[in-house]
């Protein structure tokens, strides 16, 4: 059993700064890129940013220069520094995984999706 769980959200004022976590644990054989999502009410989820296994990262432009995506691959966890937060920040925010576990005496990967952590930036 695979699990990604999320911590770090929470209110904050505009021009504040968050930091999320996303804890993977479980019975993982290969984990490579770490992704960001977020989802705001009426709108369709979108990355927000991406880290691979040796740490190359892309951005949403609308984050670009704002938020930073590092990892820990011994703990298997990524991070999203979130500053300068605005309030179009504000939403639901997922972590995401293509991970490989051992499966019928062999290696299958499937996608992963913690359960979201919400960020709320209004004054």
């Known amino acids: 059993q695979v699990q990604l769980v999320e911590s770090g959200g929470g209110l904050v004022q505009p021009g504040g700064s968050l930091r999320l976590s996303c804890a993977a644990s479980g019975n993982i054989a290969v984990i490579n890129a770490m992704d960001w999502y977020r989802q705001a009410p009426g709108k369709e989820r979108e990355l927000v940013a991406a880290?691979?296994?040796?740490?190359?990262?892309n951005y949403a432009d609308s984050v670009k220069g704002r938020f930073t995506i590092s990892r820990d691959n011994a703990k298997i966890t990524v991070y999203l520094q979130m500053n300068s937060l605005k309030p179009e920040d504000t939403a639901v925010y997922y972590c995401?995984?293509?991970?490989?576990?051992?499966?019928?005496?062999?290696?299958?990967?499937?996608?992963?999706w913690g359960q979201g952590t919400q960020v709320t930036v209004s004054s």
């Open positions: 880290i691979s296994s040796g740490g190359s990262t």
């Open positions: 995401n995984a293509p991970i490989t576990v051992v499966a019928g005496g062999g290696l299958v990967e499937y996608d992963y």
